[in-house]
């Protein structure tokens, strides 16, 4: 079957680095997306990865190794503003959206 | 990076009325756009892939009736939810592959928030 796994919940500590992991299982495979999203709010794109390695943007960077069907988002330089859920999801040859239940990422002070 | 649009972002509309949400690639063409509804907690669920000039393709379970697709543009889809009933609020995000790209990269929009009252 096809499914996406990331843990449930992750604390961490303003300033700090934190990372987020995805596995995922898919029939075929059109890239996978981190996506932010706020409470009652719509989800914000972070990265789309579809090859292998490591993509930087700013603060966030994302990590794709298809040949293990895993992912990882890293935030560095953490902020408040950074307490949301994290959404991992990959698209399968049929472009059915795979997703998991979320991260949801708490920072503290 | 390419860029997709929905337009509006927010609306809240009467129950029996009808809302039509636009969606549109702003520096590409999008051979293929797709629908999907966000349920509260739950998995965004693909309701219609649209590809431009032709009829879209429903999901099944998806009212083709109730949910209008039209791709009348390489630019340009929109979806009509028709008689819209409190069980249609959800967020609706639309996605449009870039069709110059090697790897058929998916950009999705920022969503629409229906509530229907």
């Known amino acids: 079957g096809q499914n996406i796994d990331q843990p449930t919940e992750m604390t961490a500590t303003e300033g700090a680095i934190v990372q987020i992991n995805c596995t995922y299982q898919?029939?075929?495979?059109?890239?996978l997306f981190w996506y932010q999203q706020h409470a009652g709010e719509a989800p914000t794109f972070l990265s789309y990865?579809?090859l292998d390695g490591l993509e930087e943007k700013g603060r966030f960077s994302s990590f794709l190794s298809r040949s293990k069907g895993y992912s990882y988002l890293l935030l560095k330089e953490l902020q408040m503003k950074d307490s949301a859920s994290y959404l991992c999801?990959?698209?399968?040859?049929?472009?059915?959206?795979?997703w998991g239940a979320g991260t949801k990422l708490i920072i503290k002070p | 990076g390419a860029v997709v649009s929905q337009h509006p972002s927010r609306v809240i509309c009467k129950s029996g009325t009808s809302v039509k949400i636009e969606c549109r690639s702003l520096?590409?063409?999008?051979?293929?756009m797709f629908w999907y509804r966000q349920f509260p907690k739950k998995s965004l669920m693909l309701m219609a892939t649209?590809?431009?000039?032709?009829?879209?393709?429903?999901e099944q379970g998806v009212e083709k009736d109730k949910f209008l697709i039209n791709h009348a543009s390489l630019t340009l889809s929109t979806l009509t939810v028709t008689s819209a009933h409190p069980e249609d609020s959800s967020f609706y995000i639309c996605?449009?592959?870039?069709?110059?790209?090697?790897?058929?990269?998916?950009?999705f929009g920022p969503g629409t928030r229906l509530t229907v009252l």
């Open positions: 520096d590409f063409q999008a051979t293929t």
């Open positions: 898919t029939s075929g495979f059109n890239g």
């Open positions: 990865n579809v």
């Open positions: 999801w990959a698209v399968d040859s049929n472009y059915q959206l795979i």
């Open positions: 649209s590809n431009e000039g032709s009829k879209a393709t429903y």
């Open positions: 996605s449009a592959i870039n069709g110059g790209s090697s790897y058929n990269e998916q950009f």
